[in-house]
Nanobody, 123 residues
Framework: QVQVVESGGGLVQPGGSLTLSCAAS????????MGWYRQVPGKEREMVAV??????PKYADSVRGRFTISRDDANTVYLQMNSLKPEDTAVYSC??????????????????WGRGIQVTVSS
């Protein structure tokens, strides 16, 4: 089994900073990529930032220069969010693209989502 757990959301004033964390754990053979997406009511979920193995991080135009995605060796991805704006308010969800060991001799590529975490930017 694989778990993807987010943490770090909350309320912050405009111009402030917040760091989100997402930890993937379980029978993970390899991490192809992890990323953050966000959604507000009535709108489609949008990509915020993704980091894939062997490639440069990618950012949405709306957050480039303000947000930074990084990953450590323990299958945890971070999203450092600076200069936050009210329009950054959303539910942020972590996505993990993993090679998972299903059986001793069986590895498959699967995608997992966290439950989502609320980020509210307001004065």
């Amino acid at each position: 089994q694989v778990q993807v757990v987010e943490s770090g959301g909350g309320l912050v004033q405009p111009g402030g900073s917040l760091t989100l964390s997402c930890a993937a754990s379980g029978s993970i053979f390899f991490v192809n990529g992890m990323g953050w997406y966000r959604q507000v009511p009535g709108k489609e979920r949008e990509m915020v930032a993704v980091i894939t193995s062997g490639d440069s991080p990618k950012y949405a135009d709306s957050v480039r220069g303000r947000f930074t995605i990084s990953r450590d060796d323990a299958n945890t991805v971070y999203l450092q969010m600076n200069s936050l704006k009210p329009e950054d308010t959303a539910v942020y969800s972590c996505n993990a693209d993993l090679m998972v060991k299903l059986q001793p001799a069986l590895i498959d590529r699967l995608t997992y989502w966290g439950r989502g975490i609320q980020v509210t930017v307001s004065s």
